[in-house]
């Protein structure tokens, strides 16, 4: 039988080989492998590793084909492509970053496992999620306000551009039919505390949490989803320690990589800014926000051509109208809403 035709879940073909990689002792420089029927398991660098051929296997997109470091599994829209040594993955068009790198292990290309489950795993299959809740609400989180101004362009400044979107998106999805909570309204402080105190007060909603970026001459959007357990941040919001705690938005580790996927694209398609790839973070509203959620950064103040973008009306109009596409989209993906 084929490998994508396998009616198990790949959940459930990867918990069988937990308990063998958990007892299996490797030095961190050599490549151990697991045989389990449908995947080989590599322990390397103390984590574990599945080869990319199986991946692209076991998703129907075939075989891998090489050239140089760079790699493609599939073609058309349903591919994975990127290079051996770099953590961008396309998965489908859409750039990720993977927590670790794509690595080669004895001649052969491999994912790590962690990557694989959290990541690659919703992004094909988001209708697999299990215990995914119907979505009705949806929260926008305006970043900065008041006395915190967040980044500061020579034509405005995070705060205001944010709420402006906020305000632009809470429209146009009451007018689609959903229910909108906003955590702020107006120009004023709202402890993030506070703000996620309002979004886990609604069982079936999402949770946006909207920003615009500063650095130098950085260019682009991105969106971040919350770093699932025992992976770097990609961010210098939190201590390493934090990697081992198990925080509440944890719990939709899946969930939260779904919804990053439907902003993301979303954002990159109607802002046609640079794709700087959905991020992990343990930013503190993804980190103890309880609903699935995500938070974006489109476009850089500190950046002249980017902030004349976000300084216009029209722009910060594309970027609401693809918190309301994202919305539709992970809700088409996930549950088969389609509202």
Known sequence: MPYHDRPR??????????????????????????????????????RDYLPLEQVGRFYGFGGVQRSGAGFVIGSGDRTLRGAADSSDLHISRIKCILSYPVTEISGILCISRVDLVKLVEPVLRPFKI????????VVLDAG??????????????EKTFTLDVALRASD??????????????????????????????????????????SGGLGTGVETYAMSPRGVPSMS???????????????????????????THAALVARSGM??????????????????PGVLMEAGFLSNPE?????????????????????????????????V
Not at 130 to 137: I, K, L, P, W
Not at 187 to 203: H, K
Not at 257 to 262: F, G, Q
Not at 315 to 328: F, K, M, N, P
């Open 306 to 338: 980017d902030m004349h973008r976000i300084a216009s009306p029209w722009y910060r109009q594309q970027v609401a109208g693809a918190i309301l596409e994202a919305v539709r989209n992970y809700r088409r993906a996930v549950g088969g809403q389609t």
């Open 130 to 137: 299990e215990g995914a809740s119907r979505v009705d609400s």
């Open 236 to 262: 210098v919001d939190s201590a390493p320690v934090a990697e081992f705690v198990a925080y509440p938005g944890n719990a939709r580790d899946s969930e939260n990589a779904a919804l990053a996927t439907a």
């Open 144 to 157: 900065h306000g008041g006395s915190d101004c967040g980044a500061v362009g020579r034509l405005g400044d």
């Open 9 to 46: 879940t790949l959940r459930e073909v990867l918990r069988t080989l937990t308990l063998a990689s958990a007892a299996l002792l490797s030095h961190p420089a050599v490549a151990a492998p697991i045989q389990s029927g449908l995947w080989t398991l590599l322990k390397y660098a103390g």
């Open 274 to 291: 640079f794709d700087r790839g959905i991020k992990r973070s343990r930013f503190f509203v993804l980190r103890e926000a309880s609903l």
């Open 172 to 213: 146009l999805l009451a007018r689609a039919g959903y229910k909108v909570v906003l955590t702020r309204s107006s120009d004023e402080y709202v402890a993030l505390e506070d703000r996620v105190r309002v979004a886990n007060r609604l069982p079936a909603a999402l949770f946006i949490s909207i920003h615009f970026n």
